[in-house]
T-cell receptor, first 112, second 114 residues
Framework: GESVGLHLPTLSVQEGDNSIINCAYSNSASDYFIWYKQESGKGPQFIIDIRSNMDKRQGQRVTVLLNKTVKHLSLQIAATQPGDSAVYFCAENTGANSKLTFGKGITLSVRP | GAGVSQSPSNKVTEKGKDVELRCDPISGHTALYWYRQRLGQGLEFLIYFQGNSAPDKSGLPSDRFSAERTGESVSTLTIQRTQQEDSAVYLC????????????FGSGTRLTVV
């Protein structure tokens, strides 16, 4: 079947290396940001979030960095594993009805 | 149920036919969202339900699209007179109240209009 990641930008990394996935968001009024992971045939899954009053937040093997000056969000994955292969989306919320605005997505491909 | 359930998982329909897509949210989740995901694209907001409030329909692309939700349970998204450009994955998500944390997606319905 068709991949949801077809035609998306692709980041290829070696297993065990660190991955950095970048996202430029659109609205300077956005106050909450989320990274989602989407595997083929599945809905997006929450990875990590960050509020606009923070610039860094760490989870298990993942770190999100927020630079409000340039409206940039990044997701760092430590020791990337084959199971990390997926499409990654950033999403922003401006508080209006709690609906999220999603970025286009980036495909992460992990080489064994 | 344990997660957001969507049906059917795949739907192939002829151009001009009507289709209904179903979403069963997580029990107790008062907020329900529909998004559309075209091939190689991000998620496009369609409609949002929160409890008994009037739905936010600002993302519906045309009057061929409509959605209903009964109380805080099942929602159906209806597309009338389907067109080829309607081909996409339609994703449903639910959350507790009107908050984005705990925004849980279903696996989607892949709609193909031929």
């Amino acid at each position: 079947g068709e991949s949801v990641g077809l035609h998306l930008p692709t980041l290829s990394v070696q297993e065990g290396d660190n991955s950095i996935i970048n996202c430029a968001y659109s609205n300077s009024a956005s106050d909450y940001f989320i990274w989602y992971k989407q595997e083929s045939g599945k809905g997006p899954q929450f990875i990590i979030d960050i509020r606009s009053n923070m610039d860094k937040r760490q989870g298990q093997r993942v770190t999100v960095l927020l630079n409000k000056t340039v409206k940039h969000l990044s997701l760092q994955i430590a020791a990337t594993q084959p199971g990390d292969s997926a499409v990654y989306f950033c999403a922003e919320n401006t508080g209006a009805n709690s609906k999220l605005t999603f970025g286009k997505g980036i495909t992460l491909s992990v080489r064994p | 149920g344990a997660g957001v359930s969507q049906s059917p998982s795949n739907k192939v329909t002829e151009k001009g036919k009507d289709v209904e897509l179903r979403c069963d949210p997580i029990s107790g989740h008062t907020a329900l969202y529909w998004y559309r995901q075209r091939l190689g694209q991000g998620l496009e907001f369609l409609i949002y339900f929160q409890g008994n409030s009037a739905p936010d329909k600002s993302g519906l692309p045309s009057d061929r699209f409509s959605a209903e939700r009964t109380g805080e349970s099942v929602s159906t998204l209806t597309i009338q007179r389907t067109q080829q450009e309607d081909s996409a994955v339609y994703l449903c998500a639910s959350s507790l109240a009107a908050v984005v944390y705990g925004y849980t997606f279903g696996s989607g319905t892949r709609l193909t209009v031929v």
